[in-house]
C-alpha cells in the first residue's frame, strides 16, 4: 500500500537552528500539507501546498516556516530559527483530491528544540 | 475558540462490546466531518467521513451519525478489538477551505 514517509524522525536541535522536515508523497496524490502536534494535544493545521505553492496557512506558519517542493518529489518544511515552543511532532500529509477530508498522514518527524 | 471537541477524555470498553465515540460542533459552514485514528507513535490514519448533509454513513465495523440539530457527530465501532485501541479524533472540513480543523482527541481502551 502506497504510504507517505518521513525524515528524519526525530530531530534534537539548538534554539536559534535551521531544520529541515522532509516528506515523500504517495506518488499520485496532488495536495500536499504539513501539521504539527503538540506532545498529549490535538493535531494543528500548518499550511497547503498545490501546484507548487502555497493554497491555505495558519496563523502558526509564520515568517519562520517555509515549504517547498524543489525536485518534484520531496516536499519539504524549513523552520529558519527555531523556538523552544516548536517543538513538536510534525506530519506530513497528501490527498489525492482537496473536497473531502481524507488525508494520508506519515509517521512523523519528532523535532525537540533545546 | 475550538469549533470541534470532544465530550470524553477516555473510554474503555469490554473487547467484543460495541463502543461509541462522541464530538461536538459548533461551526454549521462545513463540508465534511471526519473521523481519523491515532495509534501511539503513529500518525492519524483516517477511518471514515460524513458529509454535512447526509445523516448516516456506514464503513466496515464502523458507523459515523450526524445530527445537525444538536451538532453532535458520533463514531460507533462494532465488535471492538484489541486493534482498535488508540486515540480518536474528530475533524471537521470547513466550506471552501483545504485544512482539517481536529478536536482534542478521545483515548479508547480496549480491555480483553
Known amino acids: 500500500e502506497p504510504e507517505v514517509t518521513q525524515t528524519p524522525s526525530h530531530q534534537v536541535t539548538q534554539m536559534g537552528q535551521e531544520v529541515i522536515l522532509r516528506c515523500v508523497p504517495i506518488?499520485?496524490?496532488?495536495?500536499f500539507y504539513w501539521y504539527r502536534q503538540i506532545l498529549g494535544q490535538k493535531v494543528e493545521f500548518l499550511v497547503s501546498?498545490?501546484?507548487?505553492?502555497?493554497?491555505?496557512k495558519s496563523e502558526i506558519f509564520d515568517d519562520q516556516f517555509s515549504v517547498e517542493r524543489p525536485d518534484g518529489s520531496n516536499f519539504t518544511l524549513k523552520i529558519r530559527s527555531t523556538k523552544l515552543e516548536d517543538s513538536a511532532m510534525y506530519f506530513c500529509a497528501t490527498s489525492q483530491g482537496e473536497v473531502t477530508g481524507e488525508l494520508f498522514f506519515g509517521e512523523g518527524s519528532r523535532l525537540t528544540v533545546l | 475558540g475550538e469549533s470541534v471537541g470532544l465530550h470524553l477524555p477516555t473510554l474503555s470498553v469490554q473487547e467484543g462490546d460495541n463502543s461509541i465515540i462522541n464530538c461536538a460542533y459548533s461551526n454549521s459552514a462545513s463540508d465534511y466531518f471526519i473521523w481519523y485514528k491515532q495509534e501511539s507513535g503513529k500518525g492519524p490514519q483516517f477511518i471514515i467521513d460524513i458529509r454535512s448533509n447526509m445523516d448516516k454513513r456506514q464503513g466496515q465495523r464502523v458507523t459515523v451519525l450526524l445530527n445537525k440539530t444538536v451538532k453532535h457527530l458520533s463514531l460507533q465501532i462494532a465488535a471492538t478489538q484489541p486493534g482498535d485501541s488508540a486515540v480518536y479524533f474528530c475533524?471537521?472540513?470547513?466550506?471552501?477551505?483545504?485544512?482539517?480543523?481536529f478536536g482534542s482527541g478521545t483515548r479508547l481502551q480496549v480491555q480483553p
Open positions: 475533524a471537521e472540513k470547513k466550506t471552501g477551505r483545504r485544512a482539517l480543523t
Open positions: 501546498f498545490y501546484n507548487n505553492e502555497i493554497s491555505e
Open positions: 506518488s499520485n496524490h496532488l495536495y
